[in-house]
């Protein structure tokens, strides 16, 4: 029977392959939007069908739910199989590669009648593309480098996948008796945008058990190995895992080990050295013998080192150890100091919910002030919304601000398109009425590298602007970022005093971290935002802080920590 990967896998093929027949986009939306619910389920859809309730599942209605019942009983679905004798299969792959849409793709495939991936290539290498309507040499070239990218692509495991598995197995062994403590380690402890296989550490003094339990883990596909300290499993997302047990004696030391990462702990063991010791993931032991130290935490290791605990998320060989022995280790920012949420989407363009919904669940999570930054009018796939719109749309926020009184303070924004000139979707006198204006991009990504530098450093010299949303418009794991001169992006930030964002869904967390460490450096401000369009998108919030720790971030180098009033004073200064 078709597990959830599986499911999705296939509604996802349906959705690209109805891209390039030049199905309407609400359509093939459908589709997107039920492979989603479908791999973020908690139990498999088979449990769902079993109880005759399908369209309990997000973003399923009836007629998905019919594909669903028809894959699940007998493992095919004629719609798809009639869907596959129109378009080739083979074409979906194509929609990976960066500088190619839907519609270029169906031209290439009728004209030339390929559909492999190494036939295209082919033809690009033998300059058979450039001459096709709308195509050229610049295009040509950027088909070759988007398929160059794909190889470039490691198959890691995006961070809001692996981390809530990761914490879903942690509780699970937690429960187990004997076990002391539980962990993730390896770049999954270090906060990184993507991972490898999940490591994860247990403490405890009877390892069998809880070998027993990681086999039986719920979700698990293959026994990859099974011995006495040490399984590995996969899930049926394919997924790896592996659980190491230690003693609680010896925990600390394991996992200061395995948390990595090699460089940082290259800088510790020579400290040891240093010091007359030898550290391993089981102890310190002295160089000239003696009896072994053991660190049931890794504060233990730290202290032994003369050094104060460092973040898991620093451990990156970038300073820390040095700025550890100086005790200049900044105070990172915590997801408590995150005051405001300053790119929210509601009913009025993408969102799922209303205005007043959506204000109130972010108040729920303590949040002060909420900006509802619907999309401008060129994005009309997202239903952007035009100045007569908007006008309606800030009465109904001074409607709700009543209603809310000083639950939470509600600003009146908008996430406007920087269009492939430069030129934003509106004019300056309404930038200049709006509470706070998020500039992004979301088409025309692929312009080249001078083209598409000039049109972000437009935006960010336009000063109504306050802040630029996911500067780079990466997709984890699917599409690269623009490819921006980040070095004139950055002090062209620097210069104008704009803010640059961190935005926080596990799709995007762009800014990635080096970068936001540069800004920082540079005195730029930073803003992490949800990008919420639901109330569970609100919880995203901590990957953006994760990313933030990464790049040393302290709560004064971002806007949304800052007091109500030095927020306000900052917003009305900017947008003059």
């Known amino acids: 029977m078709m597990n959830n990967r599986q499911l999705a896998d296939t509604f996802t093929l349906i959705a690209n392959l109805l891209e390039i027949k030049g199905e309407i986009i609400y359509k093939t939306l459908a589709y997107r939007k039920a492979s989603e619910s479908l791999m973020g389920l908690g139990r498999e859809a088979s449990e769902y069908w079993k109880e005759g309730k399908l369209e309990d599942i997000p973003g399923v209605g009836k007629a998905i739910a019919e594909k669903i019942d028809e894959l699940l009983r007998t493992g095919k679905l004629e719609f798809l199989e009639k869907l596959k004798k129109e378009v080739p299969e083979e074409l979906a792959a194509w929609l990976a590669v960066p500088s190619l849409g839907p519609k270029k793709i169906a031209m290439i495939w009728k004209t030339l009648g390929i559909t492999a991936l190494t036939q295209l290539e082919a033809a690009a290498k033998e300059g058979k593309l450039r001459d096709l309507p709308g195509m050229g040499a610049k295009s040509e070239s950027a088909i070759l480098e988007g398929i160059a990218s794909l190889s470039r692509r490691s198959g890691r495991i995006p961070l809001g996948r692996a981390y809530p598995l990761a914490q879903e197995i942690i509780r699970t062994l937690k429960k187990v008796k004997g076990v002391v403590d539980a962990a993730p380690a390896g770049s999954l402890r270090r906060m990184r945008s993507t991972v490898g296989d999940l490591d994860i550490l247990v403490a405890a003094k009877d390892s069998a058990p809880v070998m027993e339990a990681v086999v039986n883990l719920l979700g698990v596909s293959r026994v990859l190995g099974k011995g006495e300290t040490k399984s590995s499993i996969e899930f049926t997302d394919g997924v790896r895992a592996q659980v190491w047990v230690h003693p609680p004696e010896k925990f600390g030391t394991a996992l200061q080990y395995a948390t990595g990462s090699k460089d940082h ?106 900006a509802f930054t619907d999309h401008s009018v060129s994005l009309g796939v997202t239903g952007g919304l035009s100045i007569e719109k908007h006008k309606k749309q800030a009465a109904e926020i001074r409607k709700i601000q009543k209603q809310l009184g000083d639950e939470i303070l509600v600003l009146h924004a908008s996430e406007v398109e920087i269009k492939a000139d430069g030129s934003l979707d509106y004019p300056d006198e309404f930038l200049a009425s709006l509470d706070l204006v998020l500039a992004s991009m979301h088409t025309s990504l692929r312009q080249p590298r001078e083209k598409v530098t000039e049109r972000m450093i437009k935006a960010i010299r336009n000063p109504h602007v306050h802040i630029i949303g996911h500067p780079t418009g990466r997709l984890i794991p699917d599409r690269e970022g623009a490819d921006l001169d980040m070095d004139a992006i950055l002090n062209a930030a620097a210069e104008t005093g704009v803010a640059l964002e961190i935005n926080a869904h596990p799709s ?3 800014l990635d971290d080096m970068y936001a460490r540069r800004a920082k450096e540079l005195g730029i401000p930073i803003s992490i935002n949800t990008d919420s369009h639901s109330e569970e998108d609100f919880d995203n919030l901590f990957y953006g802080v994760a990313i933030a720790r990464r790049a040393w971030l302290t709560k004064n180098d971002v806007i949304n920590a800052w007091s109500t009033k030095k927020l306000l004073d900052w917003l009305k200064k900017r947008g003059k």
């Open 265 to 370: 702990n290259v800088q510790l063991r020579q400290l040891a050295l240093d010091k007359g010791l030898s550290l391993s993931e089981h102890s310190f032991a002295k160089v000239k013998g003696g009896k072994e130290i053991f660190c049931a935490t890794e504060e233990e290791v730290y202290e032994t080192l003369g050094l104060p605990w460092i973040p898991p998320e620093l451990r990156e060989d970038r300073g820390e150890v040095q700025a550890a022995k100086a005790n200049k280790l900044p105070k990172l920012i915590e997801l408590k100091d995150i005051k405001a949420d300053l790119q929210v989407h509601s009913t009025w363009s993408d969102g799922k919910l209303s205005m007043l919904e959506m204000a109130r669940a972010a108040a729920k999570r303590g949040i002060k002030v909420i």
């Open 508 to 510: 995007r967390l762009d």
